[in-house]
Every structure is written in C-alpha cells, then in structure tokens.
C-alpha cells in the first residue's frame, strides 16, 4: 500500500508540474520571469479596474483582496529579469531600460509604493479614496509603460 501511495504521489506531482512549468521558455528565463510577473500584476489590476469602471458590482471586501494581492505580487523582486544581456530574445521591454535602469528603478519605485498605498487605502473601505488611488496607481504603470514597454514582441 505504501509504494502505491508513493507511486501515486510522485505521478501527481510530475502531471501536475507541467502545466506549472509550461510558460518558462528554457532558453530565455529572464524574458519569462519578466513575463510571468507582468502578467500577475495584469490579472490582478485587471478586475479592480473592471470594479472601478462599474463593469462589475463594487464589493469592497474583494477590491481590498485584490488590492493587498497587487501590493504583494508588486513587492517581488522583478529587477533581478533585467540582466545585462537579457534585452535580447522574445521581450516586450524596450532596449531602452538598459540604457535608463535607474529611471525604470524608480519608476518601479513609484508603482511599489503606489500598490503599497492602494492596499492600505483600500482595507479602509471607503470605495471614492479606494478608486483615486486605483488611478493614481494606473499612473504608475502608465508612466513605464509609456517610457519602456513596446505593443509589440521585440526579437
């Protein structure tokens, strides 16, 4: 019985791994880590967004999760997927970060702290301060996304 337990185990946790490992590209982890870490932060300021905008009724509760898991992924330390060498391959990232890192540091800097005051103004539950600084914290983004995002797949 143990063996069919261990035998089990070990298959779950090989199927199950798979799907968890899919999206990061073996010849550029870099680009991926970059990658998976936007697309976190898109998932999760996505469906505020669409509470604030009245596309889904407004529960604060679930607003102030959201938010506290946007400050959480936000924290992640992303700037190690900047590498030198790492402009090169699949990347939305402009070449230009490289030549700027301490301007996309900072504005890195200013998201953190936005997502940080987000969360806290959020746990209050007053849903007018709630949506300013769900603005404001946009503007964050904006601010990168403007100077060092490209709409299209560099190669």
Same mark, same amino acid.
């Given at each position: 019985?143990?063996?069919? &337990? *261990?035998?089990?185990?070990?298959?779950?946790?090989? +199927?199950?791994?798979?799907?968890?490992?899919?999206?990061?590209? !073996?010849?550029?982890?870099?680009?991926?880590? /970059?990658?998976? $870490?936007?697309? +976190?932060?898109?998932?999760?300021?996505?469906p505020m967004g669409d509470m604030v905008k009245g596309k889904i @009724?407004?529960?604060? =509760?679930?607003?102030?999760?959201?938010?506290?898991? +946007?400050?959480?992924?936000?924290?992640?330390?992303?700037?190690?997927?900047? =590498?030198?060498?790492?402009?090169?391959?699949?990347?939305?990232? /402009?070449?230009?970060?490289?030549?700027?890192?301490?301007?996309? !540091?900072?504005? *890195?800097?200013?998201?953190?702290?936005?997502?940080? !005051?987000? =969360? @806290? &103004?959020?746990? @209050?539950?007053?849903?007018?301060?709630? /949506?300013? !600084?769900?603005?404001? &914290?946009g503007g964050t983004c904006k601010a990168c996304h403007d100077e $060092?995002?490209?709409?299209?797949?560099? $190669?």
């Open positions: 019985m143990k063996r069919q &337990t *261990l035998v089990s185990t070990v298959l779950a946790a090989t +199927l199950l791994s798979g799907p968890s490992l899919a999206h990061i590209e !073996q010849s550029e982890p870099l680009q991926s880590l /970059r990658q998976s $870490y936007f697309a +976190l932060l898109g998932m999760t300021f996505g @009724e407004w529960d604060n =509760a679930r607003f102030a999760g959201w938010a506290a898991d +946007l400050n959480h992924a936000a924290q992640f330390g992303v700037e190690r997927g900047f =590498a030198p060498g790492s402009e090169k391959g699949m990347t939305r990232a /402009r070449p230009n970060i490289w030549s700027n890192m301490d301007d996309f !540091q900072s504005k *890195l800097d200013d998201f953190r702290a936005a997502a940080a !005051q987000l =969360a @806290e &103004t959020a746990s @209050e539950g007053d849903q007018g301060a709630s /949506r300013d !600084q769900f603005i404001a &914290t $060092y995002k490209s709409k299209d797949y560099l $190669y």
